[in-house]
Structures are given as C-alpha cells and as structure tokens.
C-alpha cells in the first residue's frame, strides 16, 4: 500500500518568509509526528499527533513553529517567518498506534533551505 | 552528556565480516530501544527494536542490550556493501517519543 508521503521534497525560501509542509500519513494510522534532521545530525523530534488528543508540542524550538492535524489524515507544519537555521530536512512519520511494538513509518522527507 | 550517544564513525569493515555498532543511553527510564537504518538522502526505515536485556536475532542482524550499562548494540555479521548507511539509534523514554542518536556511518568495504 501506499507509505507517507511528504510535499514538497524541496523547498528554497528566503530568510523572513513563511513556509508550509505538507504530511500525507499511512491510511489508518493513527499516529502523526514530525522530525527535523539537520545536516549530519540525528533526528529532532518536534511534534506528535494522536488521534483527536491534544498533540505534545514539547520538541517544537520556537513560538515560529506550529502544526496542525485534521482527524487522523493530513497534517501540516509551518514555519513563520524562516531563519536560516531552519535550514534542515522535515521528517514526517505514521504509526499505528502509539508505543512499542508500532513501528513508525518515516516519509521521504522535505528538504528546506532558507537562503 | 547528551541523551543518546553514538561514534559518529565512519566505521570501514570488509566485506563477509561483522559490524559492530554501539549506542549508549542517559536515562535509565528508557523502556525501548530501536535500532534504524538510514542510507544517504533517503529516510530512515527500522530494523529492529529491542526491549528485554539480552540479544535479540533477526536474520543477519543481532540487537544486544544491557540495562545495567546504559548500552545497546547492533551486529550486523556477513556484511554487504548494501549494508553501507548510516544507522541511527533510537531510546523511548514515553509511550510515543523518540530519541535519536546522531548516527554512525557504516561503510562495508568490498
């Protein structure tokens, strides 16, 4: 079946502007999050989403970032007013459920620069 | 101390033989730990997890965690040139959020 799928791959923004990623997860999976991965680094974790609960937000760096998740589809994650450190890979990933043993299902990534 | 901490390698092995990757963890809450495997531009995608001290064996892969030493491992034996990737790992300290180390770049040297 289909996997995670994240849009755009690549996004070049300039410094100041707003940009909006996009995080299509597995039909059925209940479970949303989103990781950040800069260069050479591991993976940052951001924000989850589970079902209609209110999502953790504990991993998001700064009041620029927010994410929003309509039911247990789509999810979006913006960035006001992009710096150039924000410049990273966006990791999106879908579970199951949430806890061990769901494994999480990582999407193909968005690559942000910010020039 | 950081939370999850990896050699950053790279780590260079020959081909056929076994590749040891190694992970330690700061808090000893961490209930389980996993094991992801990353290659270059691509995203990560999971080869094993492991909750129990002890090994666990999958195929060609072997994890290995000691509670007591804060440690987990990954073996991989009969290495593959298709084996050469960066391999993350990852500790749940909750039921849902993990934490990455920040990889170690395996390179299997045919």
């Known amino acids: 079946g289909a996997g995670v799928s994240q849009s755009p791959s690549n996004k070049v923004t300039e410094k100041g502007k707003d940009v909006e990623l996009r995080c299509d997860p597995i039909s059925g999976h209940t479970a949303l999050y989103w990781y950040r991965q800069r260069l050479g680094q591991g993976l940052e974790f951001l924000i989850y989403?589970?079902?209609?609960?209110?999502?953790?937000k504990s991993g998001l760096p700064s009041d620029r970032f927010s994410a929003e998740r309509t039911g247990e589809s789509v999810s979006t994650l913006t960035i006001q007013r992009t710096q150039q450190e924000d410049s990273a890979v966006y990791l999106c990933?879908?579970?199951?459920?949430?806890?061990?043993?769901?494994?999480?299902?990582f999407g193909p990534g968005t690559r942000l620069t910010v020039t | 101390q950081k939370e999850v901490e990896q050699n950053s390698g790279p780590l260079s092995v020959p081909e056929g033989a076994i590749a040891s990757l190694n992970c330690t963890y700061s808090?000893?809450?961490?209930?389980?730990f996993f094991w992801y495997r990353q290659y270059s531009g691509k995203s990560p995608e999971l080869i094993m997890f492991?909750?129990?001290?002890g090994d666990k064996e999958d195929g060609r892969f072997t994890a290995q965690l000691n509670k007591a030493s804060q440690y987990v491992s990954l073996l991989i034996r009969d290495s593959q040139p298709s084996d050469s990737a960066t391999y993350l790992c990852a500790v749940r300290k909750r039921s849902y959020q993990l934490t990455f180390g920040k990889g170690t770049k395996l390179s299997v040297i045919p």
């Open positions: 990933a879908s579970s199951v459920g949430a806890g061990t043993p769901y494994e999480q299902y």
């Open positions: 492991i909750y129990s001290n």
């Open positions: 808090d000893r809450g961490s209930q389980s």
């Open positions: 989403f589970q079902g209609n609960s209110a999502p953790d």
